[in-house]
């Protein structure tokens, strides 16, 4: 069985200030571990994923994400946030034996100008 | 590429009626899957499909039915619309490579009055 919890349904923060949205995983096997956003009223869209060797994963619009083994966690982090950040984010997991993806409730980002 | 374009974009049934939702994906992907989002509940899978004319059921698969005739094509039938199945439906596909993100479409706003 896999699962993902994100402990924080918001998140505020003030502009240019660091972001991070925590997860944490549970796999019976090694995870392909994933981070998505929605804006409103539109479908997910992908930001980045981890699947072996750095632990510090870089994806698009300035976002990154650390894997850390021993504490089940994946959380995605921005040095400076924008106002354009505010978004409903999705971290999500997949037993690399699985077909299936397990999301996340999600965590409404807001961040005031 | 359009990528995974889906119809209608909204919808409102009335109790008791069916209806399809189509989903089509032009990136040669094998897999295929079927989601719905609630508040606060994160995606949740209906149904998944492997390849063309392979299916099978996800977590909340009661109500729906899926086919897989082409590799293009996964429309979801909803039969017996009840209200309970208010959500939006997100339709991803994947390439077969076992670390590939999903892609996801923009979704279908239905409402059962």
């Known amino acids: 069985a896999q699962s993902v919890a994100q402990p924080e349904d918001q998140v505020n923060v003030a502009e240019g200030n660091p972001l991070t949205v925590k997860c944490t995983y549970s796999v019976s096997g090694n995870p392909y571990l994933f981070w998505y956003v929605q804006y409103p009223n539109r479908g997910l869209q992908f930001l980045l994923k981890y699947i072996t060797g750095d632990n510090l994963v870089k994806g698009s619009y300035g976002f990154e994400a650390e894997f850390n083994k021993s504490q089940t966690s994946f959380h995605l982090k921005k040095p400076s946030a924008l106002v354009s950040d505010s978004a409903l984010y999705f971290c999500?997991?997949?037993?690399?034996?699985?077909?299936?993806?397990?999301f996340g409730a999600g965590t409404t980002v807001t961040v005031r100008a | 590429n359009a990528g995974v374009t889906q119809t209608p974009k909204f919808r409102i049934l009335k109790i008791g009626q069916s209806m399809t939702l189509q989903c089509t994906q032009d990136?040669?992907?094998?897999?295929m899957y079927w989601y719905r989002q609630d508040p606060g509940m994160g995606l949740k899978l209906i149904y998944y499909s492997v390849g063309a004319g392979i299916t099978d059921k996800g977590e909340v698969p009661n109500g729906y039915n899926v086919s897989r005739s082409t590799t293009e094509d996964f429309p979801l039938r909803l039969e017996l619309a009840a209200p309970s199945q208010t959500s939006v439906y997100f339709c991803a596909s994947r390439g077969l490579a076992s670390h590939n993100e999903q892609f996801f479409g923009p979704g279908t706003r239905l409402t059962v009055l």
């Open positions: 990136m040669n992907h094998n897999y």
């Open positions: 999500a997991v997949r037993d690399r034996a699985d077909y299936k993806l397990s």
